[in-house]
Protein backbone atom coordinates (compact mmCIF):
# COMPACT_ATOMS: atom_id res chain seq x y z
CA UNK A 1 0.00 0.00 0.00
CA UNK A 2 1.65 3.51 -1.18
CA UNK A 3 2.03 6.50 1.49
CA UNK A 4 -1.14 8.27 -0.58
CA UNK A 5 -3.34 5.27 0.08
CA UNK A 6 -2.11 4.62 4.15
CA UNK A 7 -2.87 8.29 4.79
CA UNK A 8 -6.52 7.91 3.27
CA UNK A 9 -6.91 4.50 5.34
CA UNK A 10 -5.55 6.27 8.20
CA UNK A 11 -7.64 9.35 7.71
CA UNK A 12 -11.06 6.95 7.83
CA UNK A 13 -9.61 4.69 10.84
CA UNK A 14 -9.69 8.01 13.00
CA UNK A 15 -12.91 9.16 11.69
CA UNK A 16 -14.27 5.79 12.75
CA UNK A 17 -12.80 6.05 15.91
CA UNK A 18 -14.17 9.27 16.66
CA UNK A 19 -17.58 8.09 15.51
CA UNK A 20 -17.62 4.77 17.74
CA UNK A 21 -16.48 6.55 20.83
CA UNK A 22 -19.40 9.22 21.00
CA UNK A 23 -21.50 6.02 20.90
CA UNK A 24 -21.04 5.08 24.44
CA UNK A 25 -21.77 8.98 25.29
CA UNK A 26 -25.14 7.54 23.73
CA UNK A 27 -26.98 6.92 27.14
CA UNK A 28 -29.38 4.34 25.24
CA UNK A 29 -26.53 2.24 24.48
CA UNK A 30 -24.85 -0.80 26.38
CA UNK A 31 -21.65 0.39 27.63
CA UNK A 32 -18.10 -0.99 29.09
CA UNK A 33 -17.27 -1.55 32.49
CA UNK A 34 -14.22 -1.18 34.33
CA UNK A 35 -13.19 -4.77 33.91
CA UNK A 36 -13.19 -4.26 30.28
CA UNK A 37 -10.37 -5.21 28.20
CA UNK A 38 -9.14 -2.00 25.89
CA UNK A 39 -9.07 -3.22 21.97
CA UNK A 40 -5.68 -3.42 20.28
CA UNK A 41 -5.92 -1.00 16.94
CA UNK A 42 -3.76 -3.16 14.63
CA UNK A 43 -4.58 -0.98 11.58
CA UNK A 44 -2.85 2.21 13.69
CA UNK A 45 -0.41 0.96 16.74
CA UNK A 46 0.68 -2.35 14.83
CA UNK A 47 3.04 0.33 12.87
CA UNK A 48 4.99 0.58 15.98
CA UNK A 49 5.94 -3.21 15.38
CA UNK A 50 7.04 -2.76 11.28
CA UNK A 51 5.62 -2.52 8.04
CA UNK A 52 2.22 -4.36 7.55
CA UNK A 53 3.55 -7.10 5.28
CA UNK A 54 1.49 -8.28 2.67
CA UNK A 55 -0.72 -5.15 2.66
CA UNK A 56 0.30 -4.28 -1.40
CA UNK A 57 -1.73 -2.54 -3.65
CA UNK A 58 -3.96 -6.03 -4.50
CA UNK A 59 -5.07 -5.13 -0.51
CA UNK A 60 -6.49 -1.59 -0.80
CA UNK A 61 -9.93 -2.07 -2.61
CA UNK A 62 -10.57 -4.81 0.40
CA UNK A 63 -8.96 -2.62 3.02
CA UNK A 64 -11.38 0.29 1.35
CA UNK A 65 -14.57 -2.52 1.31
CA UNK A 66 -13.74 -3.24 4.60
CA UNK A 67 -13.60 0.41 5.92
CA UNK A 68 -16.42 1.41 4.35
CA UNK A 69 -18.55 -1.04 6.01
CA UNK A 70 -16.75 -0.26 9.48
CA UNK A 71 -18.12 3.09 8.60
CA UNK A 72 -22.01 1.60 7.14
CA UNK A 73 -22.12 -0.15 10.82
CA UNK A 74 -22.46 3.16 12.78
CA UNK A 75 -23.74 5.59 9.99
CA UNK A 76 -27.14 3.48 9.55
CA UNK A 77 -28.03 3.05 13.25
CA UNK A 78 -29.70 6.11 13.17
CA UNK A 79 -32.09 3.82 10.75
CA UNK A 80 -33.41 1.42 13.47
CA UNK A 81 -37.39 2.86 14.62
CA UNK A 82 -38.64 4.53 16.86
CA UNK A 83 -40.64 1.93 18.49
CA UNK A 84 -38.94 -1.21 17.91
CA UNK A 85 -40.71 -4.99 17.74
CA UNK A 86 -39.10 -6.99 20.63
CA UNK A 87 -40.17 -10.87 19.31
CA UNK A 88 -39.46 -12.88 16.70
CA UNK A 89 -41.42 -15.49 15.52
CA UNK A 90 -40.30 -18.51 13.95
CA UNK A 91 -41.13 -18.39 11.04
CA UNK A 92 -39.10 -14.85 10.81
CA UNK A 93 -36.11 -16.22 12.49
CA UNK A 94 -35.91 -18.90 10.09
CA UNK A 95 -36.18 -16.45 7.22
CA UNK A 96 -33.25 -14.91 9.12
CA UNK A 97 -31.23 -17.83 9.65
CA UNK A 98 -31.69 -18.58 5.86
CA UNK A 99 -30.71 -15.53 4.47
CA UNK A 100 -27.38 -15.92 6.50
CA UNK A 101 -26.62 -19.17 5.64
CA UNK A 102 -27.19 -18.51 1.68
CA UNK A 103 -24.63 -14.91 2.32
CA UNK A 104 -22.05 -17.22 3.27
CA UNK A 105 -22.61 -17.80 7.34
CA UNK A 106 -21.50 -21.46 8.20
CA UNK A 107 -21.98 -20.95 11.88
CA UNK A 108 -25.16 -19.02 13.13
CA UNK A 109 -25.73 -19.09 17.30
CA UNK A 110 -27.30 -16.71 20.02
CA UNK A 111 -26.10 -15.33 23.33
CA UNK A 112 -26.39 -12.74 25.97
CA UNK A 113 -23.37 -10.13 26.26
CA UNK A 114 -22.23 -9.38 29.27
CA UNK A 115 -20.69 -5.18 29.60
CA UNK A 116 -17.18 -6.83 30.58
CA UNK A 117 -17.02 -8.15 27.00
CA UNK A 118 -17.28 -4.66 25.16
CA UNK A 119 -13.96 -2.93 24.64
CA UNK A 120 -13.24 -0.40 26.60
CA UNK A 121 -14.62 3.60 25.21
CA UNK A 122 -17.15 1.23 22.76
CA UNK A 123 -20.71 0.30 23.45
CA UNK A 124 -23.63 -1.83 21.75
CA UNK A 125 -26.84 -1.45 21.32
CA UNK A 126 -28.67 -4.60 23.32
CA UNK A 127 -26.93 -6.95 24.83
CA UNK A 128 -28.94 -9.65 23.27
CA UNK A 129 -25.99 -10.82 19.97
CA UNK A 130 -26.58 -12.98 16.83
CA UNK A 131 -23.21 -14.51 16.52
CA UNK A 132 -22.01 -15.05 12.82
CA UNK A 133 -19.14 -17.47 11.87
CA UNK A 134 -17.15 -17.56 8.13
CA UNK A 135 -14.78 -20.12 6.89
CA UNK A 136 -11.57 -19.20 6.02
CA UNK A 137 -10.24 -21.66 2.84
CA UNK A 138 -8.24 -24.10 4.21
CA UNK A 139 -5.81 -23.93 1.25
CA UNK A 140 -4.83 -20.61 1.59
CA UNK A 141 -4.83 -20.84 5.37
CA UNK A 142 -2.03 -23.63 4.98
CA UNK A 143 0.60 -21.34 3.18
CA UNK A 144 0.59 -19.26 6.57
CA UNK A 145 2.54 -16.83 6.65
CA UNK A 146 1.87 -15.67 3.24
CA UNK A 147 0.67 -13.11 1.35
CA UNK A 148 -2.18 -15.33 0.18
CA UNK A 149 -3.11 -16.57 3.55
CA UNK A 150 -3.44 -12.67 4.52
CA UNK A 151 -5.48 -12.32 1.88
CA UNK A 152 -7.66 -15.07 2.98
CA UNK A 153 -7.99 -13.42 6.19
CA UNK A 154 -8.94 -10.12 4.69
CA UNK A 155 -11.52 -11.36 2.42
CA UNK A 156 -13.40 -13.11 5.25
CA UNK A 157 -13.49 -9.81 6.92
CA UNK A 158 -14.95 -7.88 4.08
CA UNK A 159 -17.57 -10.79 3.55
CA UNK A 160 -19.01 -10.55 7.42
CA UNK A 161 -18.58 -7.21 7.45
CA UNK A 162 -21.28 -6.55 4.33
CA UNK A 163 -23.08 -9.73 5.63
CA UNK A 164 -23.47 -8.49 9.06
CA UNK A 165 -24.98 -4.95 7.73
CA UNK A 166 -27.03 -6.72 5.03
CA UNK A 167 -28.47 -8.39 8.19
CA UNK A 168 -29.09 -5.96 10.22
CA UNK A 169 -30.82 -3.83 7.51
CA UNK A 170 -32.99 -7.10 7.34
CA UNK A 171 -33.87 -7.11 10.81
CA UNK A 172 -34.61 -3.08 10.45
CA UNK A 173 -36.83 -4.00 7.32
CA UNK A 174 -38.93 -6.04 9.82
CA UNK A 175 -39.30 -3.59 12.73
CA UNK A 176 -36.39 -4.59 14.97
CA UNK A 177 -33.45 -2.37 15.98
CA UNK A 178 -30.05 -3.60 15.03
CA UNK A 179 -26.68 -2.93 15.30
CA UNK A 180 -24.04 -4.30 12.69
CA UNK A 181 -21.09 -5.76 14.05
CA UNK A 182 -17.63 -5.68 11.74
CA UNK A 183 -15.28 -8.58 12.51
CA UNK A 184 -12.28 -6.51 12.24
CA UNK A 185 -11.87 -4.33 15.28
CA UNK A 186 -15.49 -4.79 16.84
CA UNK A 187 -16.84 -3.41 19.38
CA UNK A 188 -17.07 -6.18 21.69
CA UNK A 189 -14.69 -9.96 22.17
CA UNK A 190 -15.73 -12.32 19.88
CA UNK A 191 -14.25 -15.69 20.98
CA UNK A 192 -16.44 -15.70 24.20
CA UNK A 193 -19.52 -14.87 22.67
CA UNK A 194 -19.22 -17.62 20.22
CA UNK A 195 -18.30 -19.71 23.38
CA UNK A 196 -21.61 -18.78 25.57
CA UNK A 197 -23.66 -19.52 22.08
CA UNK A 198 -22.51 -23.12 22.03
CA UNK A 199 -20.76 -22.86 18.91
CA UNK A 200 -17.20 -23.59 19.77
CA UNK A 201 -15.04 -23.77 22.80
CA UNK A 202 -11.75 -21.23 22.79
CA UNK A 203 -8.35 -23.04 22.15
CA UNK A 204 -5.02 -22.30 23.49
CA UNK A 205 -4.14 -20.45 20.51
CA UNK A 206 -6.93 -18.05 21.55
CA UNK A 207 -8.69 -18.74 18.98
CA UNK A 208 -11.91 -20.63 18.81
CA UNK A 209 -12.71 -24.20 17.55
CA UNK A 210 -15.85 -25.44 15.88
CA UNK A 211 -17.30 -29.16 14.46
CA UNK A 212 -17.78 -27.19 11.47
CA UNK A 213 -14.10 -25.22 10.23
CA UNK A 214 -11.94 -26.00 13.12
CA UNK A 215 -10.02 -23.14 13.82
CA UNK A 216 -10.57 -21.78 10.14
CA UNK A 217 -13.42 -19.06 10.55
CA UNK A 218 -13.84 -15.42 11.92
CA UNK A 219 -16.63 -14.05 13.70
CA UNK A 220 -18.73 -11.45 14.05
CA UNK A 221 -22.03 -10.62 15.51
CA UNK A 222 -25.32 -8.67 15.09
CA UNK A 223 -26.34 -7.00 18.43
CA UNK A 224 -30.05 -6.58 18.46
CA UNK A 225 -33.02 -5.98 20.85
CA UNK A 226 -35.40 -8.97 19.93
CA UNK A 227 -35.52 -10.79 23.50
CA UNK A 228 -36.89 -13.82 22.36
CA UNK A 229 -33.73 -15.66 20.79
CA UNK A 230 -33.10 -19.61 21.09
CA UNK A 231 -30.27 -18.77 23.18
CA UNK A 232 -28.25 -22.04 23.71
CA UNK A 233 -27.39 -22.47 27.87
CA UNK A 234 -24.84 -25.42 27.54
CA UNK A 235 -21.72 -25.91 25.62
CA UNK A 236 -20.80 -29.19 24.32
CA UNK A 237 -17.17 -28.37 22.87
CA UNK A 238 -15.66 -27.71 26.96
CA UNK A 239 -13.43 -30.97 25.78
CA UNK A 240 -11.70 -28.97 23.42
CA UNK A 241 -9.72 -27.33 26.05
CA UNK A 242 -8.75 -31.19 27.70
CA UNK A 243 -7.25 -31.50 24.73
CA UNK A 244 -5.21 -28.45 24.20
CA UNK A 245 -3.86 -29.32 27.65
CA UNK A 246 -2.88 -32.60 25.96
CA UNK A 247 -1.34 -30.87 22.65
CA UNK A 248 0.18 -27.89 22.86
CA UNK A 249 1.27 -28.00 19.52
CA UNK A 250 0.38 -24.21 18.76
CA UNK A 251 2.81 -23.28 21.62
CA UNK A 252 5.44 -25.07 20.19
CA UNK A 253 5.23 -23.85 16.68
CA UNK A 254 3.95 -20.31 17.64
CA UNK A 255 6.85 -18.00 15.71
CA UNK A 256 6.82 -15.26 18.19
CA UNK A 257 6.71 -17.88 21.13
CA UNK A 258 3.48 -15.95 22.51
CA UNK A 259 1.41 -18.92 23.22
CA UNK A 260 1.97 -19.54 26.90
CA UNK A 261 1.63 -23.04 28.72
CA UNK A 262 0.80 -21.08 31.83
CA UNK A 263 -2.86 -19.12 31.95
CA UNK A 264 -3.26 -15.60 31.91
CA UNK A 265 -6.20 -14.26 33.87
CA UNK A 266 -7.80 -11.14 33.04
CA UNK A 267 -9.75 -8.56 35.29
CA UNK A 268 -13.30 -9.53 33.30
CA UNK A 269 -12.83 -13.16 34.10
CA UNK A 270 -11.14 -14.36 30.75
CA UNK A 271 -8.85 -16.91 31.32
CA UNK A 272 -6.05 -16.70 28.03
CA UNK A 273 -2.46 -17.58 26.69
CA UNK A 274 -1.46 -15.54 24.53
CA UNK A 275 0.93 -12.60 25.04
CA UNK A 276 -0.30 -9.99 22.74
CA UNK A 277 3.49 -7.84 22.82
CA UNK A 278 5.31 -11.07 21.25
CA UNK A 279 2.74 -12.22 18.67
CA UNK A 280 2.50 -8.44 17.45
CA UNK A 281 5.77 -7.90 15.76
CA UNK A 282 5.71 -11.20 14.37
CA UNK A 283 1.77 -10.54 13.35
CA UNK A 284 2.86 -7.57 11.24
CA UNK A 285 5.74 -8.27 9.84
CA UNK A 286 4.50 -11.84 8.80
CA UNK A 287 1.83 -11.35 6.57
CA UNK A 288 -0.87 -11.87 10.11
CA UNK A 289 0.56 -15.08 10.93
CA UNK A 290 -1.76 -17.37 11.34
CA UNK A 291 0.50 -20.43 12.05
CA UNK A 292 -1.18 -21.21 14.88
CA UNK A 293 -4.57 -21.74 13.23
CA UNK A 294 -2.71 -23.69 10.46
CA UNK A 295 -0.55 -26.02 12.74
CA UNK A 296 -3.76 -27.21 14.80
CA UNK A 297 -4.95 -30.41 14.95
CA UNK A 298 -8.50 -29.55 14.39
CA UNK A 299 -7.39 -27.85 11.05
CA UNK A 300 -6.03 -30.81 9.72
CA UNK A 301 -8.28 -33.70 11.14
CA UNK A 302 -12.28 -33.86 11.43
CA UNK A 303 -13.09 -32.67 14.90
CA UNK A 304 -15.66 -35.48 15.31
CA UNK A 305 -12.69 -37.80 14.76
CA UNK A 306 -10.00 -35.92 17.20
CA UNK A 307 -13.04 -35.99 19.81
CA UNK A 308 -13.61 -39.80 19.34
CA UNK A 309 -9.66 -40.48 19.63
CA UNK A 310 -9.60 -38.64 22.57
CA UNK A 311 -12.01 -39.63 24.83
CA UNK A 312 -10.62 -43.49 23.78
CA UNK A 313 -7.45 -42.66 25.00
CA UNK A 314 -8.09 -40.09 27.72
S1 LIG B 1 -0.45 -15.37 15.07
FE1 LIG B 1 1.63 -16.29 14.95
S2 LIG B 1 2.84 -15.18 16.45
FE2 LIG B 1 0.69 -14.78 16.94
S3 LIG B 1 0.09 -16.38 18.41
FE3 LIG B 1 -0.43 -17.20 16.38
S4 LIG B 1 1.39 -18.36 15.78
FE4 LIG B 1 2.02 -17.02 17.44
S1 LIG C 1 -2.83 -26.48 18.46
FE1 LIG C 1 -3.46 -27.86 20.11
S2 LIG C 1 -3.21 -26.65 21.97
FE2 LIG C 1 -3.22 -25.22 20.28
S3 LIG C 1 -5.37 -24.57 20.06
FE3 LIG C 1 -5.06 -26.29 18.65
S4 LIG C 1 -5.68 -28.10 19.85
FE4 LIG C 1 -5.34 -26.43 21.32
Known amino acids: MDRIQNFIMMNFMFKLFDKENKLSENEEYIKYNDNSPSRYEIMTEGEKYGKRSGFGPRVAPIMLSVIRNQHKVLNTLKKNPAEPRTEISEEELNELEKLAKKLGAGIIGYTQISPQLIFKEKA ?64 ALYPPMAQSAGLAFIGYSGIVISPEYGPRFRLTAVYTNIENLPESKENEHAWVREYCDKCKKCIKECPGGAILDKAIEHPNGQITHVEN ?38
Not at 127 to 138: C, H, R, S
Not at 280 to 297: A, L, R
Open 124 to 187: ILDTNAIVLGFEMKKEHIDTAPSVKCLHEVLRTYDDLGIVSNKLAKYLRKRGFSAHAGHPLMGA
Open 277 to 314: TKCMPYFINEYGCSVCIKVCPFNNVDYYQLKENFLKTS
